[in-house]
């Protein structure tokens, strides 16, 4: 979905809101999560979808989100730097939650 602009008079000059998606990104396809999933309390499936899909603006998650968001991501086989940005973290957590999550599958 390409990047609109709206305009939106507030005063004498109009001001425009952007919104849609990352106009840098190409067109992908779309993750969906579910939001009917149980058992996982404090996890807001709806904003763990806009970040995985670059969906501006972009809202703040929590620990749990994060993580549900990275593994999103890397399932899509987004970087660890273009999901650190979108996570607002660094590379490097990114490079050690896939690391945790490695060493959870070996020891499956």
């Known amino acids: 979905m390409p990047t609109t602009y709206v305009p939106r008079p507030r005063s004498v000059a109009s001001t425009y809101v952007i919104s849609g998606t990352d106009p840098a990104r190409e ?39 994060q993580e549900l968001a990275a593994r999103l991501m890397t399932r899509a086989e987004l970087t660890a730097d273009e999901i650190a940005e979108r996570l607002r973290v660094k ?13 959870e599958e070996e020891g499956s």
């Open 27 to 65: 067109p992908t396809r779309r993750v969906y999560v579910s939001t009917t999933a149980t058992g996982a309390p404090g996890v807001d499936f709806l904003a763990v979808e806009r970040v995985v899909n670059g969906d501006l603006p972009l809202p703040s998650l929590n620990e749990v989100e």
């Open 91 to 103: 590379p490097r957590t990114v490079s050690r939650w896939r690391a945790a999550w490695k060493r």
